[in-house]
């Protein structure tokens, strides 16, 4: 019963999505946009902002922001697109995830279906790199993989930073 946009900018991503939906079965319910999260507005066939319930933006999304200054825009947009009593739900990393995951910056899973070997690296106080080798079975009885690359550069917020933050921009925090 939920109507459900999703907001993104890869193209593949949006694929993704589009075709866990459809096996899902939200067959009508359901808008995928191509855009930065940071310059969404949810417009109607009035060009008037349609709000909504819910902002769930998981998977440290918010990282992948560049800096502080996207940060407090993507709010500013949340802030515009939600209803009056509506819920933000984001997640973020901190710098502890980096010590704890890359051991001498290095992180090896294996599955039987995938490997992947990611590397960490510091670019500066708030910003890290992540390089992925990702290897994926192309069957299970065999040992034919197909390599996917993936760079991706993270941006750290301090939570209290965060926090107030978001408190600056009308977001009541529980």
């Known amino acids: 019963g939920f109507t459900v946009i999703g907001v993104d ?10 075709k866990k939906l459809l096996k ?25 902002i349609q709000q909504v319930d819910y902002i769930i933006c998981n998977f440290d999304t918010v990282n992948y922001l560049k800096n502080g200054s996207e940060f407090e825009k993507f709010l500013e947009k949340c802030s515009k697109n939600l209803k009056k009593d509506g819920f933000l739900i984001f997640d973020a990393v901190t710098e502890d995830i980096f010590s704890e995951i890359f051991e001498n910056d290095i992180f090896l899973d294996e599955e039987p279906e995938y490997t992947s070997i990611w590397r960490h690296e510091k670019l500066s106080q708030r910003k890290h790199l992540v390089e992925i080798d990702l290897f994926v079975r192309e069957n299970l009885n065999d040992n034919l993989f197909r390599k996917y690359n993936d760079i991706q550069y993270k941006f750290i917020y301090d939570p209290k930073w965060i926090i107030k933050t ?5 977001f009541e925090i529980f």
């Open 9 to 18: 900018l890869s193209e593949k991503m949006l694929e993704m999505s589009e």
């Open 166 to 170: 978001a408190q600056k921009n009308g």
């Open 24 to 48: 899902n079965n939200f067959i009508n319910n359901y808008k995928l946009v191509k855009e930065n999260i940071i310059n969404y507005e949810n417009i109607n066939e009035n060009n008037e």
